[in-house]
Nanobody, 124 residues
C-alpha cells in the first residue's frame, strides 16, 4: 500500500501563491489516482482537486477553478497543488489522498489512503 506525506503549507497574504506537495512511497505511484481535500475548523473535509493516474484528466471544486492547479510527476512519486490568488476562505488543513482506479474521484469516501495534512493559512 502507498504512504503519503504532505508538505509545503504555510502562511501567505491574500492574493499570494503557495504550492503544497504530496510525496508517495511504498507502491507504484503511477497506479494511483490522486486527490486533494481540505478541512477548515468546524467544517467537513471537502474536495479540492483530483488527477488521473497519467495526469491527463483533472477535476476541481468550483470554489478553486481558475486559481488552483493539480499536477503530478510520476517519475518523482509526487503530486502537487499550486494555489494562486489565495483568499482567506482557503485557510484549511490540506490533505492529499490516493486510490487505485481509472476515473477521477471527488468524494472523500472513495479514497483509501491519506496523508497527514499540511496547514495553509491565508491572511487578509
Amino acid at each position: 500500500q502507498v504512504q503519503l506525506v504532505g508538505s509545503g503549507g504555510g502562511l501567505v497574504q491574500a492574493g499570494g501563491s503557495l504550492r503544497v506537495s504530496c510525496a508517495a512511497s511504498g507502491d507504484t505511484f503511477s497506479t494511483y489516482v490522486m486527490g486533494w481535500f481540505r478541512q477548515a475548523p468546524g467544517k467537513e473535509r471537502e474536495f479540492v482537486a483530483a488527477i488521473s493516474r497519467g495526469g491527463g484528466t483533472t477535476d476541481y471544486a468550483d470554489s478553486v477553478k481558475g486559481r488552483f492547479t493539480i499536477s503530478r510527476d510520476n517519475a518523482k512519486n509526487t503530486a502537487y497543488l499550486q494555489m494562486n490568488s489565495l483568499k482567506p476562505e482557503d485557510t484549511a488543513v490540506y490533505f492529499c489522498a490516493a486510490r487505485r482506479g481509472v476515473y477521477v474521484y471527488t468524494a472523500k469516501l472513495e479514497y483509501d489512503y491519506w496523508g497527514q495534512g499540511t496547514q495553509v493559512t491565508v491572511s487578509s
